[in-house]
């Protein structure tokens, strides 16, 4: 699973990686995160939204549906 989550964060456009690993994996607020990135925290909460989902989309689509043999 965790090279799975790798391959999914390399997928992403850099802005959606940046911000989903500022806020997920360093646990930045999203005020110091968008600090960091340099937009507004509108704009953050809107592209970590989009990042999580792309990753979601990603695994669905790579891994198999739990159960499955």
Do not use: H
């Given at each position: 699973m965790r090279v799975d989550l790798v391959r999914a964060?390399?997928?992403?456009?850099?802005?959606y990686r940046e911000v989903i690993l500022?806020?997920?994996?360093?646990?930045?607020?999203?005020?110091?995160a968008?600090?960091?990135?340099?937009?507004?925290r509108e704009a953050c909460k809107s592209r970590l939204h989009r990042a999580r989902?792309?990753?979601?989309?990603?695994?669905?689509?790579?891994l198999?549906?739990?159960g499955a043999s």
């Open positions: 964060l390399e997928s992403l456009p850099a802005m500022l806020r997920d994996m360093e646990q930045l607020t999203i005020s110091e968008a600090a960091q990135l340099g937009i507004t989902g792309l990753v979601r989309e990603y695994l669905q689509t790579e198999p549906p739990a």
